[in-house]
């Protein structure tokens, strides 16, 4: 019998290449739902590993940041965004 995987480690794998973990988000910010993006914002960061990271220490952050810049993102739903991740 094959034995099943949770849903969250094969999200948490997923959501470790940065290529798709923005396509996650997109797919998230074009739902138009804050809730729903500030769910899939901690699945990513939490996949990234910058979750267990401190806050002063954040360089996949910063990158993550520029990236949502990059693709659209608002400064004020970032500004939103980090202060529910920091929180």
Do not use: C, W
Not at 17 to 42: C, V, W
């Amino acid at each position: 019998m094959t034995r099943s995987v949770p849903f969250s480690a094969v999200l948490n794998d997923y959501l470790k290449n940065p290529e798709k973990a923005i396509t996650y988000l997109q797919s998230a910010l074009e739902e138009g739902d804050p809730e729903l993006f500030l769910a899939t914002l901690r699945d990513v960061a939490s996949a990234q590993g910058v979750l267990s990271t401190p806050a002063a220490g954040l360089p996949e952050l910063s990158k993550l940041v520029e990236s949502l810049r990059r693709h659209g993102v608002r400064d004020e739903v970032i500004s939103a965004v980090l202060a529910e991740v920091n929180s």
